[in-house]
């Protein structure tokens, strides 16, 4: 017979075993995905890729981009907290060039970003998800346009994404 104490170790054991396998396979995943682009590559040949980051909600990508034209920065600082809304003195000017007319800027820490993004090596991507239309609040409110089954619930979003 096994007393409580053993079971609880074997328990514990079996748990991390099992995240340790997980994690092995995803290793092993990474290293073949690694392994296909690692080849020699052509001269002159311009290899880009598209990053996703998943941070499990550990982002407020509203302090991440931030517009700095006097309206819309306005419009920003207002919609937060003072103590959640950055100074547009402390924001990192970035060079955007389609969009006349409008000004961003990035959080004070991504330095390393800015300059990536201003050397034309990293670019934003913003406003993506699972929308099966374009939706506006008033549509939305008036069951107007197909949405995505449970929309404002993060791990259904995780999931469909």
Known sequence: MIDRRNFLKRLATAGVA?????AWHDLQRI???AALTNGPKA???????????????GNDANNMVIPTSAAEYLQYATGRTPALALPSASLLPISVSNTPGRTF???PAMTGFQGLFNAGKAAVVAN?????APTTRAQYQARGVPIPPD??????????W
Do not use: K, M, N, W
């Open 43 to 57: 001269a002159g040949e311009d290899y880009r890729a598209l990053v996703c980051i998943f941070l499990f909600g």
């Open 105 to 107: 800027a990035l959080h």
């Open 31 to 33: 290293a073949a995905a």
């Open 18 to 22: 099992t995240a340790g396998l997980g």
């Open 151 to 160: 929309l404002f619930s993060h791990s259904d979003q995780q999931a469909q």
């Open 128 to 132: 993506v998800g699972p929308l099966r």
